[in-house]
């Protein structure tokens, strides 16, 4: 089974300012396969980026993701008030389970 | 505007059942595959079951701790998805939400507001 750890556990940081989120799995895994959520308090995760770099619908492109193999990222180039929230990666393999990374909390500093 | 609206959810004790309902709005159920979602409190987020639709064969797959005690089933005719809860266990204590799927099932489009399942003597 792939595990995906992401790094780091917890972003410090003020609006405006460029974040940066790892997704590192213990396998390879498929571009296609790979997708990161936002959620806030209270509420449903809500699907980001598909496929590695490809934006859900109306999400803004201050989003983006990157990466292949081993190793991806998601990238917010300014941050909003409103991004202030946990971010999970996840991948569908060759198994039907999907498994996520136990998240990134990104907070204000 | 894609809909999904669980419940169900509530306090049982261990050994209990439950059954959770995802009701459907907003986009062609039928031709959806849709996933469970949980989430234990203050934790993240872990896969349950997986039902394909039934134009793809209906079958349900399960992740290893709910295997033999949890059934994903659904009826297309009533826009609702299910989640049978046996044999419950302290450890299934979540908010479990209803995801319909997309991009060849690799990631969840539509999600509901979660239901709280709590098990405790």
């Known amino acids: 089974e792939i595990v995906l750890t992401q790094s780091p556990g917890t972003l410090s940081l003020s609006p405006g300012e460029r974040a940066t989120l790892s997704c590192r799995a213990s396998?390879?895994?498929?571009?296609?396969?790979l997708a990161w959520y936002q959620q806030k308090p209270g509420q449903a995760p809500r699907l980001l980026i598909y496929?590695?770099?490809s934006r859900a619908t109306g999400i803004p492109d201050r989003f983006s993701g990157s990466g292949s193999g081993t190793d991806f990222t998601l990238t917010i180039s300014r941050l909003e008030p409103e991004d202030f929230a946990v971010y999970y990666c996840?991948?569908?393999?060759?198994?039907?389970?999907?498994?996520f990374g136990q998240g990134t909390k990104v907070e204000i500093k | 505007e894609a809909q999904l609206v669980e419940s169900g959810g509530g306090l049982v004790k261990p050994g209990g059942s439950l059954r959770l309902s995802c009701a459907a709005s907003?986009?062609?159920?039928?031709?959806?595959?849709m996933r469970w979602v949980r989430q234990a409190p203050g934790q993240g987020l872990e896969w349950v079951g997986r039902?394909?639709?039934?134009?793809?064969?209906?079958?349900?797959d399960y992740a290893a701790p709910v295997k033999g005690r949890f059934t994903v089933s659904r009826d297309d005719s009533k826009n609702t998805l299910y989640l049978q809860m046996n044999s419950l266990k302290t450890e299934d204590t979540a908010v479990y939400y209803c995801?319909?799927?997309?991009?060849?099932?690799?990631?969840?489009?539509?999600w509901g507001q979660g239901t709280l399942v709590s098990v405790s003597s």
């Open positions: 995801t319909a799927t997309c991009h060849s099932d690799s990631s969840g489009c539509y």
């Open positions: 907003g986009f062609t159920f039928s031709n959806a595959w």
């Open positions: 039902i394909r639709s039934n134009t793809a064969g209906g079958t349900a």
């Open positions: 396998q390879s895994v498929s571009s296609d396969q």
């Open positions: 496929r590695a770099s």
């Open positions: 996840q991948q569908f393999g060759s198994s039907p389970g999907w498994t």
